[in-house]
């Protein structure tokens, strides 16, 4: 009896679903400019982005062979996009025999589902959580409330974000939005028995949250934890969770159920790969060779450490990612936070105005391609424009993702479909750029118009234009936040008129030169070179 093969049926891979923290109720553009106005926002992201810069290129000029290190990374994490299915089969296989039990969630509802329903099952009514961008992503804290069971952040910076019922605003460090002498009004609001004079030194307000946090840790009922993890081993099963402060380390070991939440993307295919990441990471990061907490689990050990593990593989829109040839190296994110730091538009901004888990250069091209980008009123839409393309993140990015490639492709998608939706291809910048491309077309308008910028300029006082009237079309837009220099002579023109001048010259010099009968012959008495070796016509005549 022969075999007939029906084929594989193909569904297009979902994004991510609607209740996930991935796109933000406005625009870029709009939220930006509120942000903008927050001084206090901007010197406090200007103190913390600056610092962190220097502590990472010290880091980083240590290593002789960084750059050989960041190709490693980068084909690393292509062989990971390549053969994703068959890593994470294999992922799944290596934490089943070592005791854990994996879950496979499509989107931000069904994760939420399986956790809380594993957290009930245990009668958890409190659950520890370790910094993860993963459960911030599927809004899990927001989730487990509903179901009347409380989060509480373990994370120094993640716990002053949540008792300041805010978000966060930075991967690395959520709270970089706020200074010492907020966090201290945080904390006497929100910690009843703290002492009224402690001060805003880094010490007293650490050792607050060090003991708020370790009454939660020894006073559990139900004793579950939730993290995420910065990598999943495929061929071994371990997880390995980086971090700073030692908090994450007690709520992977002390509770009796830990649940791990893991986007897809995050498999490294061997042990040994984990080499090269842990030490990109923490350079990139913390400016540090190594995070002071590193630690690694597999499954579950009678005697040591939680006896149930759950691991939930997220995906949420990363399958979507994953479609797109040009977009997917999006996936290769390691979190590291480092083109955040170096990027111009953040550190003016900072994260709240991309309005998704994932802010500045990376979430510019991650969050639109987890959500889609559905309209001109889509704000996932602005988000591929939340940069001036200066290529600062390409520079700094561990594994080589190729940020402002991706933005510009983001941009052409964006652009194409609003070209193919009747009556949306209709605002100022496209009206101004289809001129603009007509003008370009044509070599005499192009130079028409360059030729005439400068005369028209004159004018204007100054050296710069300053704030034009908004009467005139979409100019305004860039003289009311910008010093543009004046146009100066266009090109053609300084060309043409030193083609003159060198006609010119070349007149003169004939006209000045000395006229005989027999103008054109050499020298009596034969030349330099001949009769007369080594002298010279006026020798000659001496």
């Not at 400016?287 to 949420?316: A, I, K, Q, S, W």
């Amino acid at each position: 009896m022969s075999t007939v093969h029906l084929g594989i049926p193909t569904v297009r891979p979902q994004h991510a679903s609607p209740g996930s923290a991935l796109r933000g109720e406005r625009g870029f553009p709009e939220a930006a400019r509120e942000e903008l106005a927050d001084e206090t926002l901007r010197a406090n992201l200007r103190h913390a982005t600056t610092g962190i810069q220097a502590k990472r290129a010290g880091a980083v000029r240590e290593v002789r062979d960084w750059q050989k290190l960041r190709t490693a990374g980068s084909a690393l994490k292509w062989q990971v996009t390549d053969h994703l299915p068959e890593l994470l089969e294999q992922l799944e296989a290596s934490v089943t025999a070592a005791g854990g039990v994996v879950h496979w969630a499509r989107d931000a509802e069904e994760a939420g589902d399986i956790v809380t329903r594993l957290a009930r099952e245990r009668g958890a009514e409190e659950v520890l959580k370790v910094k993860s961008m993963a459960t911030q992503e599927i809004g899990l804290n927001e989730v487990l409330e509903h179901a009347g069971i409380r989060a509480i952040e373990s994370d120094l910076a993640e716990l002053i974000v949540q008792l300041a019922g805010d978000t966060p605003s930075h991967i690395l460090v959520p709270a970089i939005h706020r200074n010492r002498a907020e966090i201290r009004e945080i904390f006497l609001a929100a910690m009843p028995d703290l002492d009224p004079s402690i001060t805003d030194e880094p010490a007293e307000l650490a050792e607050a949250a060090r003991r708020f946090l370790r009454e939660k840790f020894l006073d559990m009922p139900g004793s579950v934890a939730i993290s995420g993890a910065n990598f999943a081993v495929a061929d071994t099963g371990t997880m390995v969770v980086v971090e700073s402060e030692g908090n994450g380390r007690m709520c992977l070991t002390l509770p009796r159920t830990l649940i791990s939440v893991v986007g897809i993307e995050k498999i490294v295919p061997s042990f040994q790969d984990l080499e090269v990441f842990l030490q990109l990471l923490p350079r990139s990061s913390t400016g540090e060779r190594m995070n002071p907490y590193t630690t690694l689990f597999t499954g579950v050990h009678e005697g040591d450490g939680p006896e149930e593990f759950h691991l939930v593989l997220l995906d949420n829109g990363r399958s979507a990612v994953l479609e797109d040839p040009e977009g997917r190296s999006a996936l290769h994110c390691i979190r590291c936070s480092a083109c955040l730091n170096v990027c111009p538009v953040y550190a003016r901004t900072g994260g709240h105005a991309y309005g998704s888990t994932y802010p500045g250069p990376i979430g510019a091209i991650l969050s639109p391609q987890m959500t889609g980008m559905t309209g001109s009123d889509d704000p996932s839409s602005t988000l591929p424009y939340a940069s001036s393309l200066c290529g600062a993140c390409y520079d700094v990015c561990p594994v080589k993702i190729d940020i402002p490639k991706i933005l510009v492709h983001l941009r052409a998608e964006d652009v194409d479909r609003r070209r193919e939706t009747r009556g949306d291809f209709h605002g100022t910048w496209d009206v101004a750029l289809q001129g603009a491309g007509r003008l370009m077309s044509s070599p005499r308008a192009y130079d028409l118009a360059v030729r005439s910028a400068g005369p028209l300029s004159s004018v204007l006082t100054g050296e710069n234009i300053g704030k034009l009237p908004g009467m005139i079309p979409l100019i305004p837009g860039w003289t009311d936040h910008r010093d543009l220099p004046k146009p100066g002579t266009s090109f053609r023109s300084w060309w043409d008129q030193r083609e003159k001048d060198r006609a010119r010259a070349t007149a003169e010099d004939a006209d000045a030169a000395p006229s005989g009968p027999d103008d054109g012959a050499a020298p009596r008495g034969g030349t330099d070179g001949d009769e007369h070796p080594g002298g010279t016509d006026g020798e000659e005549r001496a």
